[in-house]
């Protein structure tokens, strides 16, 4: 069986003060012998704060975005080698609210994926659908384009030891999340195309984001092929979050 992992997306949320809460919480509540992953993706400027919190326990940390190039004269940008001298050991790609609001395009999203992944950082690709092309009826097919410009671009073995989360737009921020069984079409979709593209798909974790919370994640990660979640609103608050992984403990 695949070892679960849950993500908390903390977005642009936090302050010095509310983090130390936080984390010092989530510390408390969650035991080293926990049989899953834990990760928390922070805002870039409290990286070190966060791996100071969580350097001796088993909560590991991610950002949140990444650069798409090495280094140089790229004002604003982030490099993967930076968040490495954090400890960064995650990193989401192409999260929707960022795809939307900076117009990143899927081949940006792909560099960035392959960047990561060739630094030893796990990257954490976000792909899923608009609420107009559910109802369209074309989620599988824009989530295969989604996946196809890096299959394209760096062949499907770059899968290997990654995470998708799939992460349908509609469900994000909304209060309506997927139904678990919604979840296990597209994840079993999932896997099946990035199957049949490569003969062994090594550790690959698909998860589901869009409004996971401590009611709805016990029914979701029971689903054969959701590998965990990718939480939003409900990782800002520990009990939630701890709620949320103890759900994943299947
Ligand atoms: P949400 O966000 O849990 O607040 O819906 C999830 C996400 O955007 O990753």
Redesign the pocket.
Known sequence: MRRKIVVG?W?MNGSLASNELLLEALLEKISQTIPLDIVVCVPYPYLFQTQSHLKHSCIRWGAQNVAKFESGAFTGEVSVSMLKEFGASFV?IG???RSTAYCESDENIATKFMMVKKAGITPIL?VGETLIEREAGIMEKVVSKQLDTIIEMYGAEMFDETVI?Y?PIW????DL?ASPEQAQVMHQFIREKLSSNIKVLKNLKIIY?????PQNALQLFSMPDVDGG??????LNSSDFQSICRSAEI
């Open positions: 997306n977005k989401i999260h929707s609210e976000c989360a992460e469900a994000i921020g909304s999340a984001g869009g409004s996971v919370n990718l939480v939003g609103r409900a990782s």
